[in-house]
């Protein structure tokens, strides 16, 4: 299950067979929260799992935002 709203993100994977839960939540609109929890769950498992590149910030430059 997964949820969104402008500003934050959240995902929760339910394995009941191995009485595990993964929960990620997050302060960024960014969609990173599903492939992190997949990873999480691949972590704990033994399983291959892709490395998430850290986001970067960008700045707007003051003579390029519109008035």
């Known amino acids: 299950m997964n949820g969104r ?3 934050f ?3 929760i994977q339910r394995y009941t067979d191995d ?3 993964v929960i990620v939540l ?3 609109y960014s969609g990173t929260a ?3 929890a997949d990873n999480l769950a ?3 498992f033994g399983e291959p799992y892709e490395s998430i590149s850290p986001l970067e910030s960008s700045r707007i ?5 519109r008035p």
């Open 34 to 36: 599903s492939p992190m």
């Open 26 to 28: 997050g302060n960024l």
């Open 42 to 44: 691949a972590i704990l």
């Open 61 to 65: 430059k003051e003579s390029d935002a």
């Open 19 to 21: 009485d595990t839960l």
């Open 9 to 11: 993100q959240c995902e």
């Open 5 to 7: 709203s402008p500003g």
